[in-house]
């Protein structure tokens, strides 16, 4: 989908409803803005964090709980000062 707006002196642009309803953005949501190749992405937070969940996945196997692992890892390592 594309849509234009205009970007306003103060900084700020208008995100179109047709869009806040598809991506789910709702007043008071935090957005995060990246540049990819001159390209300006907005991406609501919740999406970023899913799309950083399935990255972790690609490496991490299923049943597998870092936080367990590295709680184990220092407590093998405070068990050695």
Do not use: C, W
Request: glycine share 4%; no cysteine.
């Amino acid at each position: 989908m594309e849509v234009l707006t205009t970007f306003q002196n103060n900084g700020r642009i208008a995100i179109p409803n047709k869009i806040r309803k598809l991506l789910h953005i709702e007043p008071g949501d935090t957005l995060m803005l990246r540049v990819e190749n001159d390209i300006l992405q907005v991406i609501p937070l919740h999406q970023a964090v899913q799309m950083a969940q399935e990255k972790v996945r690609r490496y991490v196997p299923a049943g597998v709980s870092l936080v367990d692992d590295l709680l184990a890892e220092r407590k093998r390592e405070a068990t050695h000062e």
